[in-house]
Nanobody, 127 residues
Framework: QRQLVESGGGSVQAGGSLRLSCAAS?????????MGWFRQEPGKERKGITY????????FYTDAVKGRFTISVDSAKNTLYLEMDNVTPEDTAIYYC???????????????????WGQGTQVTVSS
């Protein structure tokens, strides 16, 4: 049974850094066609912020996080990461990792591309 378990959320001050982890079990991260991170603010829909195709062949960042966030994979730990630098209060949200065994991602990919989801982790940025 495939499972994604997130960790690393918490509270941080603006300008600080945080690293989110998404540990996979039941499946090898290098075999997923695409893995990504989404976030959801209160009262708003869940939005994709970064995607990474198998072995890093394609990566995408939304303008809101480009240059500040980095998606990566540690194959030895079977884990996906999101490095968040220079965070702002606008980054406050619940963050979800997601993975697809069927589809490669592109700039237009959305939540419907992904069948596997983490449980979500809260990130709160104070000014």
């Amino acid at each position: 049974q495939r499972q994604l378990v997130e960790s690393g959320g918490g509270s941080v001050q603006a300008g600080g850094s945080l690293r989110l982890s998404c540990a996979a079990s039941g499946y090898v991260v290098d075999d997923y066609y695409c893995m990504g991170w989404f976030r959801q603010e209160p009262g708003k829909e869940r939005k994709g912020i970064t995607y990474r195709n198998k072995r890093g062949a394609f990566t995408f960042y939304t303008d809101a996080v480009k240059g500040r966030f980095t998606i990566s994979v540690d194959s030895a730990k079977n884990t996906l990461y999101l490095e968040m630098d220079n965070v702002t209060p606008e980054d406050t949200a619940i963050y979800y990792c997601a993975a697809s065994t069927l589809y490669y991602c592109n700039r237009e990919s959305g939540a419907d591309y992904f069948a596997d989801w983490g449980q979500g982790t809260q990130v709160t940025v104070s000014s």
